[in-house]
C-alpha cells in the first residue's frame, strides 16, 4: 500500500485507483463536490473548487511531507466538461508554485484508435506538450510485474523523471478568463495600480482573486512597470517626499477622507486608496448603501471616486445610467466637492458623457488586456497621478471660495433680498454661481486660449464679480427727487418760492448719508440780472453736489468732501467707497474699511484696462496697441489668490455686514 504519495480521487468512483493507496494517503474529492459555492464565487463555481482543493493539499503536504501527488484523470461523474478537472487543478498547482511532481492516473489510455481523444484537445496538449503532468495508466503505475523493483509500484520511477518547466510553460500557455472582461478590468486594476504606486501585495493587505487566470498573470507579467526613477520624477514634479519612493498624496487633502462608492470596493481598491491617500477610505458598495449618508458627513469628503456601473437604488440592474443619475445629482447639489469617475470602460466617449455631467476627471482601470504592455500601464497610472493630483489642486482653491458663496447666501443683508419686483438676491445668486463656474473653467484653463485667442477665464472671473457691485449700488442708495418747494433770495434781497430742477439725490437708505445732494441757486446772466423760465419765473441752477468722494493727489484713499463733480454718478467705485466708509450695516473697523476702499481703487484701475473693457475712462494709448500687447504691457495677472481674491472679499462683506475672508 502507498503511504508517501497524496492521491485526489473520487472515492465513490469504481474506477479509482484508491485501492493502492491507505486511506491517510487519500482526499476524497467527492467531498469537495458536495461543497456550497460561497456567494464570493457564485460566478466561478469551477474556480472556487480548484482554490478549495488546493489549500487542502496544501495543508497535507505541510502535515505528511508526501513525495509526490497523484491525481485521477476524472474528478467529475460527467467527461463533458469544457477542460479536463484534473489537468486544470494540476495546472492551478503549478502556479501556485507546487514542486512535488504531479502524476496523473487513468484506467485507460488518453487516446485509442477507436475512440480517438477522451479528454479534450486543449487539456491533452497542456499535459502532453506543455509537460504540466506525466500521465500513466493504472497498469503502467501500479503494476508491479513491469516494475524494475518487484517490490516497489512503477510510479515512483516516474516521479525522477518530472521535468516541468514554469517559464517555458508561461510562454506557451494561454488561458481563457473564467469572468466577463468588466470585472477582471476592476479585480486586476486595483492590484496594478498598487505596484506603479510603490505597494506590495503584503503593504495593502490584499492578494490577487484566487482564480487560475489571475494566478497565471501574476505569474507570466511584471506587476511594477513604473521604476523607482520614473516614481521619484513624479513626486518631484509635485513638490512631494520621495523619501521612500511610494506614492502618497496626503499632502493635498484637508480632511484626510475619502469617499468611494463603487460595488468592488473591496476588491483591492478600498486598500490600495488607502495606501496612496494615506487617508480613512469610507467605502458604499451601492448607491442604496450610499443615499443613507447625510449632508454633513458628504461634505467632509476630500474626494469622491465613482464607479461607471453601480448597482441602482433598489440594489439590482447594474447600469451606467444609475451612476450618470448620481453624478449629476450630487454635482448640482455640492459643486464644492470633486467627484472622479472610476471605470472599467475604456470607450472614448466615455469621458465626454460623463464631464458632460459635471465629472472632474475619469480614470479607466488598467484591464489585463495590457498586462504585458509597460508603456500602457506607466501612462495609465500617470494619467491616474495627474488627474487625482489635478483635481485636488483645483479644489484646494474652489472649496474655500463656495464655502464663502454658501455663507453669503445665507446671511444676505436685506437690502439685496428679493421684495416685490426687485430680484437682487436672485440676480446675485446667479452671478454668484456664475462666478464660481469661471473660476472653475480658469483653474482649468490651458495656456493656448490665452496665447492664440487672447481669452482669459480668470479676467471673466473678475468681471463677473464685479458687476455685482453695479447689483449692489442699485440695492444700497435710495434715489429721491427734490421736488419740496424751498425759499430763495436773490442778489437785492428779493425772496422767491420755487420748486427745483428735476435731479436725483442719492441717500443710503435708512439713513441720512447723502452720497449725491443737489444744491440750487439762482441763475444769473452775464448782467447779473435773473434769468426767468418761459413761464416768468426765476430759474434755477445747479450749485454742488454735497458729500462726494473725491480722490486727494491721486493716492489710493478717499476723503469725504463737498464737490460739484457729476461724474460720481458714473463711478461705480466711487459710489461703493462711500458706502464702505459711511454705511451702518459694515459695523466693522475704520482700519478695515480703508484697507478695503485702497483694494477698491487698485482694483479699479486694473478692471478699467482689462481686456475688451476700459471702464470709466479711457486711458493714454488704449486704442493704440492690440489686446496682445496690452496683457503683455501689464505687470499684473488676474489670479483666484489675488485681485480676483480681493474683489470676492470686498463682495462679500457689502452683501452680508460680515468679514468675508477665502482661506485658500
Known sequence: MINDL???????????????????????????????????????????????????????????QPKGIVIDLFLESSKSTASNLAIDLTVFLRLCDVKLPIIIVSKGFLATEKDGLIIDPKSYQTLIDLKVGKFLTYNHAFNKIISIDSEVYPIYEYLHQDNFNLTEFLAEFSIVPSDDRHQMTNEWGAIKLAFNAGYTLEDIGYDFPQNTYFKYLQKKFSLDFLTFTEREELLKEYSLPTTQNKINLSTFLKNKKILLIDDNAEKGWTSVLEKIFDARIVSKSSIKDFINIDRQEYISFDLVFLDLYMPNSHGNLKEKENSIKLLEALKIGFPQIPIIVFTASNKSWTLDEVLEKGADGMYVKES??????????????????????????????????????????????????????????SRITERLKMFFGLLKRGLEEKGFNSREFYFSDNELVFITIWSILNEISEAFYEKIHPNDIEKYIDKKGKEYFLTPIPGYNWKIKGQDDFLIKYKFELDYDEKNNIVLTRRGLPSLKKKSCVSNLILIHEEPYFELKSSNREEVKRELFLQI????????????????????????????KKRNKLYLTHGD????????????????????????????????????????????????
Open 6 to 64: 497524496l492521491l485526489i480521487t473520487n472515492l465513490a468512483n469504481s474506477l479509482s485507483c484508491k485501492d493502492y493507496f491507505t486511506d491517510s494517503s487519500i482526499l476524497d474529492f467527492d467531498q469537495c463536490l458536495k461543497l456550497d459555492t460561497p456567494p464570493e464565487w457564485i460566478t466561478q463555481p469551477r474556480e472556487f473548487l480548484l482554490n478549495f482543493t488546493q489549500r487542502e493539499i496544501e495543508q497535507r503536504i505541510k502535515i505528511t
Open 617 to 664: 475712462y479711457i486711458y493714454k494709448g488704449f486704442f493704440e496697441k492690440t489686446e496682445q500687447e496690452k496683457r503683455k504691457d501689464r505687470a499684473y495677472e488676474i489670479t483666484p489668490y489675488g485681485d480676483i481674491k480681493k474683489l470676492f472679499e470686498l463682495v462679500g462683506l457689502l452683501l452680508t455686514g460680515q468679514e468675508t475672508i477665502v482661506d485658500i
Open 368 to 425: 489585463p488586456e495590457f498586462a504585458g504592455n509597460a508603456t500602457y500601464s506607466k501612462e495609465n497610472f500617470k494619467n491616474f497621478f495627474s488627474t487625482v493630483v489635478n483635481c485636488l489642486k483645483r479644489y484646494k482653491t474652489l472649496r474655500p471660495y463656495w464655502s464663502k458663496i454658501e455663507f453669503i447666501f445665507q446671511n444676505f443683508l436685506p437690502e439685496v433680498l428679493d421684495i416685490g419686483t426687485t430680484q437682487f438676491e
Open 577 to 604: 467707497a462711500f458706502l464702505i466708509l459711511k454705511c451702518n450695516k459694515y459695523s466693522i473697523p475704520m482700519l478695515y474699511k480703508e484697507d478695503m476702499t485702497t483694494n477698491l481703487y487698485d482694483l479699479n
